[in-house]
């Protein structure tokens, strides 16, 4: 009896073993969605950038009590004091050669540019190579060669509704993604001066 109950859980544990197995198999198949899959491809190129601004301080210009005339003098008069401040922001590597594409807010008035490639904490000092405030678009350049890439798709049919995936490294914590779809293809926006700027509208949070 006790011989015919071993020999049945076997048979049991036999089946279930593979069950199971082909059970896991589908259920990681099935996490790696569309969205996964691009996300995989493309993060690799995704790039946070830091900037360093000298500021000049404001003078004040109330009296000091207890200053010596010389001192109100160098205060009003002299070299007016600066500080750096730092903004960081997201970019994305578009040509192997280094270049990369970015927001014109994130460098503007920007003394100095870093770059963190997403593999590793060493920073890679950036040139900026030319911005167009009037389309918030800036490119940049960093020493180096095969770097991973995320293409530039050329001008063509977009459709409402289709997936946008939003992939940024902002804060210099890692990749953040968040996903939506195409409101408008071809958004057409009066910039300044009679210019018309035409962006892909979309929901996905930025």
Known sequence: MIRSEVFVL??????LVPLLFFAH??????RRTP???????????????????????TRSWQFGFGESL??????????????????LG??????????????????AQASKIFVALPE????????????APEVDLALLKVEGENFPTVPLRQEGELYPGE???????????????????????????AIEDGFFGVFIQTDALI
Request: aromatic share 8%; proline share 5%; net charge positive.
């Open 163 to 189: 997936t946008v995936i939003a992939i940024g490294n902002p804060l210099g914590l890692g990749h953040s993604v968040t996903t939506g779809v195409v409101s408008s293809p071809r958004r057409r926006l």
């Open 70 to 87: 010389f001192d109100e003098f160098y205060r009003y008069f002299g070299p007016q004091p600066t500080y750096t401040t730092q903004s």
């Open 120 to 131: 590793g904490k060493t920073e890679l000092a950036a040139t900026l190579i030319g911005s």
């Open 25 to 30: 198999l589908t259920s990681a198949f099935e």
């Open 10 to 15: 076997r048979r049991i544990l036999l089946f």
């Open 90 to 107: 997201s970019g994305v590597i578009v040509d192997a050669r280094g270049y990369i594409l970015t927001n014109s807010h994130v460098i």
């Open 35 to 57: 969205v996964v899959e691009a996300v995989a491809k493309a993060g690799p190129a995704v790039v946070n950038i830091r900037t360093e601004q000298i500021v000049r301080a």
